[in-house]
């Protein structure tokens, strides 16, 4: 008859064997494993019940004669004994009941990030609910009243509602040293110098509505890119040129956005004290007002043209070859710094100008470029354009008054002159710099600026992955407190990203069915942590050893 056998070993473990006695001799038939916890005992104790149930187990090991299964076995003497049957002397002493699942959880994610959150340097905050906050935004952005869900399923135990709401304050309290977006900010810094350089830097803004039928001093009515009319606020992003954030602010939401760059930058410098620097913006930041106080602050700047800009900046051009271009070419020449200014480039000379800083004191340096492709996508515009103002001239759409139609009196016609003014320009682009050619060629211009879709891309994760929009809080320290968390989710994700290789919802979506099962047996509970594929390691081990890995999709 064959029955389970538990020895305690020299290590101090206990092993369970499944024995048999043949011809009065005892003989070991599987030694099915050794325990060093009673919950691991109860596994395999109960892993040894199912080798003696199993009906197609044939023979066992040694050649030895089979066990009778255990229903075979039942009401035999010794039988209760080996199995605790009800109302048996063993299983009153308390046999080893079947282990049971009592929940799941996707730890094996939640450690992961935990792990960049700390290689970040964010653990020096010294709050662990503001770092459960962090995390369980990037895994699912929701309301602090469901957060304690998102925490359960990454199988951790989450705090009260009212314990979020202190740390929430806590995020938002002041400002300097000791304050926490002040701190992460510094070591976004540090991490951004650690693994590259903060020289060149990319800003960009964007808007966040509230669906509010009030306004109030922070959520007020302005322009909108997504063409809303409820309050908002305007937030400003300075990222480094690889789209890793570097400081955030939050401002009126019928503030200009070209108003937002000084600030952001200035407080950027003065944090770090950083006394030269490249900054990267698109053509809504040209102001003559913004140029002039990053020049002031000792910075250089290289911002986005307007187009309407050409005719004067490429007058030289346009007199000595015509409006026409060949693909790639690039111009190197000046753009007046204000209206009151006078164009300092002078057309009667065919060679263009290099900008300098002193010769050419009412002019900043302006690279133009033309592309085909651009230009094929510029006609067809124009042309959709121009389809739109005669259908309206003809009285078949009724719109408001569409580009490129002129009105005179009750009288509507195609202003053909615009028109040909802006055909006569597809194609180019236009940069403005304070950098002068000796220090960075117009190639180095052109593809510096380029590099803003990192910051673009930054907001679009904020945006749409980390659900930025302040959905549930409107009170201003609610709102920077949101932002802060979204800040850190931010930094946190672009690590993620760096190191991956892959798209952070697409980290989440392979980590996240990764799930951990806590059992329990004999009394005892063990978290059995998953299998995990070779795939599914590599992602785990890239993030969690800080090694950038070159992962694809």
Known sequence: MAWIRRVRTASGATAVQIAES?????????????????????????RARELLDDPGQGELDLGLEPAAPRTALIGRPGVAAL???????????GAVAPPRVVATSSRVLYDALAAVFTDLGFDALGDEVF???????????????????????????????????????????????????????????TRAVTS???????????????????????????????????????????????????????????????????????????????????V?????????????????????????????????????????HGDAFTDAQVIDTLTPRTGRHRSENNEAVKVEPIWDRDRHPGSWRAVWAYSTKRAARDGKTLTL????????????????????????????????????????????????????????????VIGSYHELWHVEQSFRMSKTDLAARPMFVRTRDAIEAHLTIVFTAL?????????????????IRQLRPLRSATITANGATQTIPPQIDPDRRTIIDALTTGKSQALSE
Not at 26 to 38: D, F, N, P, Q, Y
Not at 205 to 222: H, I, P
């Open 280 to 320: 990267v913006a698109d053509a809504g930041m040209l102001s003559a007002g913004n140029l002039a106080a990053l020049e002031e602050a000792n910075l250089r700047f290289i911002v986005g043209s307007r187009v309407t800009k050409a005719p004067m900046d490429l007058a030289s051009h346009f007199r000595w």
């Open 385 to 444: 354009q121009e389809n739109r103002a005669r259908a309206v001239i003809a009285g078949e759409k009724a719109t408001r008054t569409p580009r490129f139609v002129k009105t005179t009196g009750d009288a509507r016609s195609l202003d053909e002159a615009a028109l040909a003014r802006a055909r006569r320009l597809v194609g180019l682009k236009g940069y403005v710099t304070n950098i002068p050619a000796r220090l960075m060629p117009a190639g180095e």
């Open 22 to 46: 043949v011809g009065g001799r005892r003989r070991i038939v599987v030694h099915v494993g050794s325990a060093h916890t009673e919950a691991e005992l109860g596994l395999l104790v109960e």
């Open 196 to 278: 590259g350089d903060v020289s060149l830097c990319l800003y960009d803004v964007t808007t966040l509505y509230f669906e509010a039928e009030k306004e109030d001093d922070l959520r007020k009515v302005g322009y909108s890119k997504e063409r809303r009319v409820d309050p908002q606020i305007v937030v400003g992003l300075l990222v480094d040129r690889h789209g890793f954030p570097l400081e955030i602010g939050c401002y009126e939401g019928n503030q200009a956005e070209t108003a937002t760059i000084v600030p952001i930058v200035k407080q950027f410098q003065d944090r770090h004290g950083i006394e030269d620097m490249v």
């Open 491 to 507: 930094a946190v994700s672009r690590e993620v990203q760096a190191r991956s290789g892959l798209a952070i919802r697409n980290v």
């Open 83 to 93: 199995f605790g049957e009800p109302g048996s002397p063993v299983r009153e002493r």
């Open 131 to 189: 770092r459960d906050l962090v995390i369980a935004r990037i895994v699912e952005p929701t309301s602090i009243l469901d957060t304690a869900r998102v925490l359960t399923d990454l199988g951790v135990r989450p705090v009260s509602e009212k314990t979020m709401r202190r740390t929430l304050a806590r995020a938002a309290a002041g400002e300097g040293p000791g304050a926490y977006r002040d701190k992460v900010a510094a070591l976004c810094f």
